[in-house]
């Protein structure tokens, strides 16, 4: 049994990965989440759902991972007074995703302390939820401004700094509100949510073809993670396995998206300490890596090469031979630039000390993927749960204590490396067979699946409902960068303000899968 407790009888989920669901009552949440965080385990994510129409009210989905697989607790809410008991003083990291819920079905943790609003700000008039399913757009549009009551922090010498919304950067807008006394940071405070795109309620009205191109545009550079999880979940409720061939693909076009954005962070982080050099050699490799993509798959980020049942595009000998020669140019150049990194004093003076996140802190906020793993915590999909074709694969995972941008840097060049190693082993196993899918255009009706990919940032997840005739009811996306968000607040605690850059490079979270 994946989770013991009295009043849950879990029910197996078929899928790639051990899985489990079941109903549960208000009054068992709490102690079910409590008894996992007690156990080692965590939060993986939590959504709700609006089920008025053939269940009379709506249900909050509580996703939670141990050492045995995942468990899903439905908790069903009264369609009157939707409420249920707050889990974020056991999961702090449930405080966002809880806001959330609030904002888009009205769902509410009752004795949560956070209230304040999360997503979309002063877009739609208070009262209005666009996912439940009455939702009317046009009826709900609002372009009031909203007063949010950010928190401050008083005495001698304090003074805020406004960053953001829109930044120098082409990047999605955030805004960060610092407290700090000359350079040194005292708290970070950030609000998210500028643009949110209606990615869940958009799946609602499309086949699940069309949902497989929108599932690997939730977070660009996560695309492949996306896709693969959005089919693994449609595939679990079908009750099929995709071709060998097609899976080992997969696996290649995951490894492929490691290594692009381990190269471009790497560049960005030599560029945050002013070693252009660095930042310039490493763009060059992923450059002619995304280059190479758009040669043999046809597409340079890998979108659309996965869909339910299977992949879109194979390797032919000569492109084997191509990715042959890239891992082996890659493994030169990146061993010889980190020996550069690890030399040179001005960079590992930035780079050590600074955003330190420890073990005991990683634990206690949930910090997940490649920043996780430098904090001590040892959590890898491809290494717990091994799906197909990774179960043969041997995946050795990067860890590291420090919880610094060293560390996290340490950890980024280590996944690199063997990422390099693991697309040898897949095309050596990728051999025979020319079968790539298998015809999946519906869903059983009333389905439920999961899929779970650990992700360059970390473990992407997707849940899939289908309604009775088998189309998609209901769809959540969901990204590691909700848990790690918050806990870049407490690295960048005490450090200066001019490492602020570095420190958020060093995680490098996306703005866009947390905001759906």
């Not at 928190?151 to 930044?167: K, L, S």
């Not at 040194?184 to 309620?201: D, F, P, S, V």
Request: glycine share 10%; with cysteine.
């Amino acid at each position: 049994m994946p989770i013991k407790h009295p009043n849950l009888q879990p029910e197996p989920m078929n899928g790639a990965i051990p899985a489990w669901h079941g109903k549960i009552a208000a009054g068992d949440l709490q102690p079910i989440c409590q008894g996992v965080r007690d156990g080692g385990g965590r939060l993986l994510a939590l959504w709700g759902s609006d089920w008025r129409v053939t269940q009379h009210g709506f249900v909050l989905h509580t996703l939670l991972v141990n050492e045995a697989g995942l468990v899903c607790l439905n908790l069903p809410l009264a369609e009157d007074h939707p409420v249920y008991p707050d889990i974020s003083h056991i999961f702090p990291q449930a405080n966002r995703m809880q806001r959330a819920a609030y904002d888009l079905l009205g769902i509410y943790a009752h004795e949560g302390g956070d209230h304040r609003k999360w997503l979309r700000h002063g877009a739609w008039h208070s009262g209005s939820f666009p996912l439940r399913k009455d939702f009317d757009a046009a009826q709900s549009r609002s372009d009031e401004l909203d007063a949010y009551p950010f928190v401050h922090v008083e005495g001698t010498g304090v003074h805020e700094i406004p960053v953001g919304p829109v930044h120098a950067g082409i990047i999605e807008p955030g805004h960060f509100r610092f407290s700090v006394v000359g350079e040194k940071m005292l708290r970070l405070e950030q609000r998210l949510g500028y643009t949110h795109k209606g990615i869940e309620k958009r799946f609602e009205s499309m086949t699940l073809q069309q949902g497989a191109k929108l599932a690997g545009r939730v977070s660009g550079d996560s695309s492949v993670a996306y896709a693969w999880a959005y089919a693994m979940a449609a595939e679990g409720i079908a009750g099929i396995t995709p071709p060998a061939r097609a899976l080992w693909l997969r696996a290649l076009f995951l490894e492929r998206e490691r290594v692009a954005n381990h190269l471009g962070d790497l560049g960005y982080l030599g560029s945050d300490v002013a070693l252009s050099f660095g930042f310039a050699q490493f763009w060059i490799l992923k450059e002619q890596m995304l280059r190479n993509n758009a040669a043999l798959f046809g597409h340079r980020y890998l979108m659309d090469r996965i869909i339910p049942g299977g992949v879109t595009a194979d390797l032919s000998a000569e492109g084997r031979r191509m990715i042959e020669e890239e891992c082996a140019m890659l493994e030169r150049e990146v061993r010889l630039l980190r020996g550069i990194y690890d030399d040179h004093a001005g960079v590992q003076d930035r780079f050590i000390g600074a955003g330190r996140i420890e073990p005991k802190l990683a634990a206690q906020l949930g910090l997940c993927g490649l920043a996780g793993r430098a904090s001590a915590q040892a959590w890898d999909a491809r290494v717990q749960f091994p799906c197909a074709p990774y179960d043969r694969l041997d995946v050795q995972m990067a860890t590291y204590r420090n919880g610094d941008v060293a560390a996290r840097v340490i950890v980024r060049f280590d996944e690199l490396l063997e990422s390099l190693r693991l697309q040898r082993e897949i095309l050596v196993n990728l051999t025979g067979g020319d079968e790539l899918a298998m015809p999946l255009e519906k869903l059983p009706g009333n389905g439920f699946g999961v899929g779970m990919v650990e992700g360059w940032r970390g473990e992407v997840m997707v849940a899939v409902h289908s309604n009775a005739q088998g189309n998609l009811a209901r769809v959540h996306p969901h990204d590691p960068s909700w848990q790690n968000w918050p806990v870049l607040e407490h690295a960048v605690l005490d450090n200066i303000v001019p490492d602020f850059p570095l420190i958020n490079k060093s995680f490098n979270l996306s703005y866009s899968g947390q905001d759906l």
